[in-house]
């Protein structure tokens, strides 16, 4: 009676080794740079160009703040210095200027979630065209897992298994 457990115990667990194996030899991975990919198109280019621009303007309007406040403390320190001030006036200055270098640090945080949404909005569209021609070209190809190289999760990959280029050819048309 125990032989027949044992014998039973056995071929359930060769059974099982097996199935796995099986489903362990059908899974087909591949690995794809998905930095490589952006950096060739156009319109990542694109995008790039009008996020410099925006940024370059809300930073000419920051420095234009910041040079205002500047030549204010400055206007406001030669009025202290030559007594033209009484010292409730002198406060009420140093009040504004405390407002001014508020603004400047609001419009910087503001400047900055500005050139966020600007980038995610424009990019969000083109990952998403990149990620869809990985998949199709993972699904054209059988593989059940396509792997990012250039998030450095990947320690070691034949190059057999790169589809990078054939990414690269479904984005371009080619």
Same mark, same amino acid.
């Given at each position: 009676?125990?032989?027949?457990?044992?014998?039973?115990?056995?071929?359930?667990?060769?059974?099982?080794?097996?199935?796995?194996?099986?489903?362990?030899?059908? #899974?087909?991975?591949?690995?794809?740079?998905? !930095? %490589? &990919? @952006?950096?060739?198109?156009? =319109?990542?280019?694109?995008?790039?160009? +009008?996020?410099?621009?925006?940024?370059?303007?809300?930073?000419?309007?920051?420095?234009?703040?910041?040079?205002?406040?500047?030549?204010?403390?400055?206007?406001?320190?030669?009025?202290?210095?030559?007594?033209?001030?009484?010292?409730?006036?002198?406060?009420?200055?140093?009040?504004?200027?405390?407002?001014?270098?508020?603004?400047?640090?609001?419009?910087?945080?503001?400047? #900055?979630?500005?050139?966020?949404?600007?980038? !995610? %909005? &424009? @990019?969000?569209?083109?990952? =998403?065209?990149?990620?869809?021609?990985? +998949?199709?070209?993972?699904?054209?190809?059988?593989?059940?897992?396509?792997?990012?190289?250039?998030?450095?999760?990947?320690?070691?990959?034949?190059?057999?298994?790169?589809?990078?280029?054939?990414?690269?050819?479904?984005?371009?048309?080619?």
């Amino acid at each position: 009676m125990k032989m027949k457990k044992i014998l039973k115990y056995f071929l359930v667990s060769t059974l099982v080794l097996c199935s796995v194996g099986m489903m362990q030899a059908q #899974q087909k991975f591949a690995y794809v740079n998905s !930095q %490589e &990919l @952006l950096q060739d198109l156009p =319109e990542v280019k694109a995008a790039d160009a +009008e996020i410099q621009t925006l940024q370059q303007q809300m930073q000419k309007k920051g420095q234009e703040m910041f040079e205002s406040y500047q030549n204010k403390a400055m206007e406001l320190q030669r009025k202290r210095d030559a007594g033209e001030l009484s010292p409730r006036q002198l406060e009420a200055e140093a009040e504004k200027l405390s407002e001014d270098e508020n603004k400047i640090r609001q419009f910087d945080t503001e400047m #900055q979630t500005s050139i966020l949404q600007k980038q !995610q %909005e &424009l @990019l969000a569209p083109i990952q =998403e065209k990149v990620n869809n021609a990985i +998949e199709e070209v993972a699904k054209s190809q059988g593989y059940t897992m396509v792997f990012d190289s250039s998030a450095g999760s990947i320690l070691y990959a034949d190059d057999a298994t790169n589809i990078t280029s054939q990414v690269k050819a479904k984005l371009t048309g080619n």
